[in-house]
């Protein structure tokens, strides 16, 4: 919000306040009203709602209840860019992350992870960036290694992940790419829950064309635009939680086919073509709180805990049983290429 100059100062000062009461959270629940989109309501709320963990809905459509936070530090990562109270997720997924960190450290030779942004306090639309990480079961990891000292807070919104890229090209830059990298990656497409990561199309290449293991979980690693400063994981929706919608399941096969030469070609990154009819496109309206699904009003009209430091942190919370599993056909928009021709 900006807060016109040639307002009167006490005015000036008015506003400010109540600019304040609201991004604090004090007023969220009574400002979450009809004209507000979904990404204003969700994009205020600065603590989870006090609720069981439950994601409702879909990963690009949709909202979390009871959200935990990935805390700032742990023995083997990092959450970045802190300022934007991105790192709550789905205890699942704030479980996941502590995993990998550790398996990575132990295994891989990848001395801990970089953690970028997980989901929103009660997750939601965003005012800025991603379609998806609304449920509270995405998770970004930078693709650069967690030094060996604790970043502070204002390097943790300066430094820049690096991408694995020459430059101007779809191909890896082997200067930078390292076994680690490719063994990071397939540690966390090997585990059940991860459903699939987001990654470039050529670090997937990279991947077909080098790794020697196990290739099982090879095709859960998706090829998408961005994704060559980090790589994104999607977990599935978590046993019994009723009210979340699975995605279809990736392709069987490794995926190191006609749909990864597809990438290779002119095609996906033409820019689109204009109407026919040169008519200029109606803007998409925003989304409001009436497209989420009913129980995401439930979410925004929660009380809030009264502080972070209440929500119960990572793998030692257990999200609460639920009666029945639903798995739901796929709706909204999401991240995969346009078909193969
Ligand atoms: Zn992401």
Redesign the pocket.
Known sequence: MIIPRRLPDALRRAALAAVIAATAGAAFASRADAEQTAKQIFGAASLPAALPARPIGFYSKGCLAGGVALPADGPTWQAMRLSRNRRWGHPDMVALVERLSKDAAAMDGWPGLLVG?LAQPRGGPMLSG?A??QVGL?A?IWLTPMPNRTLSAAERESISAISMLKQDSLYVDDRKWTPAHARLLMRAASYPEVERI?IHPGIKKKLCDTWKGDRSAMGKLRPYYGHHYHF?IRIKCPPGASGCKSQTPPPAGDGCDASLAWWFTDEPWAPAKPPKDDKPKPKPREMQLSDLPAACTDVVRAPALASAAQAPFGSAMKPAPVAAAATLPLQGPMPEPRPVR
């Open positions: 942004d991603h998806s990480h995405d970004d987001f994104h």
